[in-house]
């Protein structure tokens, strides 16, 4: 009988996994080419994490399994919008690692309200927009 649930425990993966992230603005010509082929890529390094991909770049939170680390970042480096992009990695393990592959291609990688904090976006709008116009948008 074949065995239908993980082998290996919730801890003992998130020990196993490299947390990091990164972004990048770059022009991206087909961001459903390259989201389909960073799923091919990563997802056969069993990298989990939250992609997104735009035409303006790429945002990614995402666990990579120790062993695979070095072949992940050549394969990174080998795309020329991500050549050599700066990598965070997480310092603390808030017990949120991923534990799957999720890559989107979105309008936009940051939003304007995480980015800026909603009071800052709210304000932003108002300038963008003005008071009247605001209130259709909220």
């Known amino acids: 009988m074949s065995i239908l649930h993980n082998k290996v425990s919730r801890n003992e993966m998130r020990q196993r996994l490299m947390e990091e992230d990164f972004y990048r603005y770059v022009i991206v ?3 459903q080419l ?11 390094m069993n990298v989990f994490g939250r992609i997104y991909v735009a035409k303006e770049g790429i945002n990614a939170q995402l666990s ?3 062993h695979y680390y070095q072949a992940f970042r050549m394969k990174v480096d080998e795309h020329a919008e991500l050549k050599d992009v700066p990598f965070k990695v997480a310092v603390e393990d808030d017990g949120k690692s991923f534990f799957r592959l999720t ?29 009247p116009d605001q209130h259709q948008h909220w």
């Open 29 to 31: 010509a087909d961001p």
């Open 34 to 44: 390259m989201r389909d082929t960073l799923w091919r890529e990563w997802s056969a």
């Open 64 to 66: 990579v399994p120790e």
């Open 103 to 131: 890559i989107k291609v979105r309008e936009k990688i940051v939003r304007a309200q995480y980015l800026l904090g909603h009071r800052l976006a709210s304000q932003f709008l108002r300038v963008r927009l003005g008071a």
